[in-house]
């Protein structure tokens, strides 16, 4: 896969990310990543690891990143906590994390459960600078925070890493947070 494709991928995944937040790097509590263990401002929680397949981007935004090694596909996690999220219903902040792509079609929305607590997958498609691309996220709402989990790549590639997506989302464990005024 192009060096060319890959890059407008990850680089998408920020845009969304500070175009939707108000800045990513301003806004977001995620610290660090270690081992399946994301460290936030006041807690942690714990997600699936991906697959040997996927390599973590260490760059300056709060939000953990991996891209694949061999295809044209990112998986993101974020967390916003105490009041740095717009307190919208679950559907709409998943449809926010789309407002970056041009001639989106939503795909479908699914209610889920993530530890317990109401949770819903979002599937669009679209396009970013002419390059059609394919998203599916993961938005859940817990203990005054929101957890924003993104895969997003290729159409050709979307199917071959939904499982290890699915692995990273639905490993998904809160472990500590920031106290909840």
Request: glycine content about 8%; hydrophobic content about 40%.
């Amino acid at each position: 896969m192009s060096i060319l494709i890959r890059i407008p991928l990850i680089l998408f995944c920020f845009l969304i990310f500070s175009h939707c937040f108000g800045g990513v790097d301003n806004r977001g509590s995620v610290l660090k990543y270690n081992q399946g263990f994301v460290y936030t401002e006041g807690g942690k929680f714990r997600i699936g690891v991906p697959s040997g397949e996927w390599e973590k981007k260490s760059l300056r935004f709060r939000a953990i990143v991996f891209a694949h090694q061999a295809r044209s596909a990112t998986l993101s996690v974020d967390s916003f906590c105490k009041g740095s999220f717009d307190d919208a219903p679950l559907t709409s902040l998943a449809d926010q994390l789309f407002y970056g792509m041009a001639k989106t079609q939503t795909i479908k929305h699914q209610d889920l459960k993530l530890e317990g607590r109401a949770a819903v997958k979002a599937q669009a498609t679209g396009t970013v600078d002419g390059a059609p691309i394919r998203m599916e996220v993961v938005v859940l709402k817990m203990n005054a925070c929101v957890f924003d989990f993104v895969y997003m790549a290729t159409p050709e590639d979307f199917e071959r890493d939904l499982d290890d997506f699915k692995r990273m989302y639905e490993g998904f464990h809160y472990l500590a947070g920031p106290p909840i005024d």
